[in-house]
C-alpha cells in the first residue's frame, strides 16, 4: 500500500471529527481509481446510536432520486451484503432483475465499482460501495482493490459504531430485575425473590423496554444479551 494511504488509514483510525473523517475516506477512495464512495452504517438497535448518518459523495440528484424511489427495498446490493461478507459488483448481471434502478443509477454517473459489507456480533451492518463512472473493472483490479476495501469497510465499522455507541445504562436494580427475567422468572417470582412489590417490579421492567427501545420483556432481554448488559 502506498505510502500516502499508509498515513491517511492511520489518521482515520484516531479521527473523531466528521468532515475530517468524510475528507480522508473521499481520498482514498480517489487513490484506488473511484470517484464516488458511500459508507452507510445500519445498527440492530437505533436507540442505541442516535445520530448516525451516511458518509457519502454520491450525486445529490441520484440520492433524491434513490429516496423518492425507495430503491432501497429492492436494491440487490443492499440485499447481498445484508446476508453475505462477500464483494458484489455494479455490472448488468447484479441488476437483471432491476432495470430501472440500474438505468438510473447508470444516467447520474454510478457505472462500475464495487460494495462491501461488515457485519458485527450485536447485528450491526455496514454497507460500503466504491464507483467510477468510466472504465470498466477488471478482474486483477477487482481482486487487487477489493481486499483494500474490505479493510477500509471494516475499519470504518468499527470506528463508527465504537464513536456512535450511546449503550443505555440500567440501574443495579433494573439489573437484577432483568437477569432474573431471563431466568425466565415471572414479575411475581420476582417480587418474592428481591422482596418487592409486583407493581414495582413492573414498573423496572416498563423502565427497561423503555430504554433499550424494544416492544416486550422477551425482546429486552434478547437486546440486553446482544449489547453485554447481563454481566
Not at 116 to 133: F, K, Q, Y
Not at 211 to 229: D, E, P, R, W, Y
Request: proline share 5%.
Amino acid at each position: 500500500m502506498p505510502y500516502r494511504q499508509e498515513v491517511q488509514l492511520k489518521q482515520l483510525l484516531s479521527e473523531s471529527e466528521e468532515q475530517r473523517t468524510f475528507d480522508l475516506v473521499t481520498s482514498l477512495a480517489a487513490q484506488l481509481g473511484m470517484e464516488y464512495f458511500a459508507f452507510t452504517p445500519t445498527p440492530a438497535n437505533p436507540s442505541l446510536y442516535p445520530k448516525f448518518e451516511t458518509y457519502s459523495n454520491f450525486p445529490k440528484a441520484w440520492n433524491d432520486c434513490y429516496q423518492r424511489c425507495n430503491y432501497r427495498s429492492i436494491d440487490p446490493i443492499v440485499a447481498h451484503c445484508h446476508k453475505s461478507l462477500l464483494p458484489i459488483l455494479w455490472d448488468d448481471d447484479t441488476f437483471r432483475e432491476t432495470p430501472d434502478l440500474w438505468e438510473q443509477a447508470r444516467r447520474h454517473g454510478l457505472r462500475y465499482g464495487w460494495s462491501h459489507s461488515a457485519h458485527d456480533p450485536h447485528r450491526n451492518e455496514s454497507l460500503l460501495s466504491v464507483i467510477r463512472s468510466h472504465t470498466p473493472v477488471n478482474t486483477s483490479e477487482y481482486y487487487e482493490m477489493a481486499a483494500k476495501t474490505m479493510w477500509l469497510c471494516n475499519l470504518m465499522h468499527s470506528l463508527v459504531f465504537d464513536q456512535k455507541s450511546t449503550k443505555p445504562v440500567l440501574s443495579a436494580r433494573e439489573t437484577e430485575v432483568l437477569k432474573w427475567t431471563a431466568a425466565g422468572k415471572t414479575a411475581e417470582d420476582i417480587s418474592d425473590i428481591l422482596t418487592l412489590s409486583k407493581s414495582t417490579v413492573n414498573f423496572h421492567i416498563r423502565s427497561i423496554i423503555t430504554k433499550l427501545n424494544c416492544c416486550n420483556k422477551t425482546s429486552a432481554v434478547a437486546a440486553a444479551a446482544v449489547n453485554g448488559l447481563l454481566g
